[in-house]
């Protein structure tokens, strides 16, 4: 359910029905990084050491940045890692993992518990990758943790670095608009993401993301919340040229992506409604209509269900 950015975009964005008393966004974003946070650069890949423990490492690196080698266990969509987390999650300004390693344990807001790492990549898998979680001491697992840990290797614990997370984005001159937005997709985003936004594949395999539809991220996941594409997006792309749209252009292109249906909301146990009263309370158009259809209403199954 859409939130307001202020009050002309309650009245453009958001659904009829306001959910009176509900204040917790279960899907909180980050606080802002203080104004001189300490800066970090992750130790170069040369750097890796030989022995058991870099081989771990190499492993979590590859299955980070190839995530589709475990689709049908753990996968159930067409994304990797990589495609949130630039330059193989070492990118700042792109959720970097070096960046959020050394920040967990934390509270999350999302499932009302302080999580640790482990459970926050298992996250990822259940939401972004409309997977399955792999579990607690599997290989995947350890290695995906030694990935985060050697990135993080020498970076202060329990410190907000510069570059944590996506940079958190003003609010647009004018409300975000799905109509503006497909315009922007069309000049900006086709080109790698297809006309349909069902991502360009090379040799069966996705060189490019798909940003709906099946094979995306599901409803559950952060990225479906306009808020947090466009911070993503403003910072990020067009691939190669970061900060090249406006503040507008980003908002609202966001705003598009994220009307399209996408796989269900894990959380979702057969009522829409409480589905959006419970867990979207944010700036998103899960529950809302858009061309006549009620989104989450048509979501597409977790196949790994």
Known sequence: MNRPLHLIAALVLCSTVLHAGQTDDHQAELPDTPKGAPSFTPPAESELPEGPFGEMVRYGRDLFVDTQQLRGRFVGNGLNCVNCHIDAGRRADSAPLWAAYTMYPAYRSKNDRVNTMEQRIQGCFRYSMNGAPPPSGSRELSALLSYHYWLARGAPVGVALAGRGYPKLDEPPSAPDISRGRQVFEAQCALCHGEDGQGRKAEGVYAFPPLWGT???????????????????????????????????????????????????????????????????????????????????????????
Request: hydrophobic share 35%; net charge negative.
């Open 215 to 305: 094979d995306s991220y599901n409803w559950g996941a952060g990225m479906h919340r306009v808020n947090t594409a466009a911070a993503f997006i403003h910072a990020n792309m067009p691939l190669g040229r970061p900060e090249s749209l406006s503040v507008q252009q980003a908002w609202d292109v966001a705003a598009f992506i994220n009307s399209h249906e996408r796989p269900q909301d894990p959380r979702h146990e057969g009522d829409l409604k409480e589905t959006d009263a419970t867990f979207h309370v944010h700036q998103c158009h899960y529950g809302d209509e858009v061309d006549g259809q009620l989104l989450g209403s048509h979501a597409y199954p977790n196949p790994l269900q």
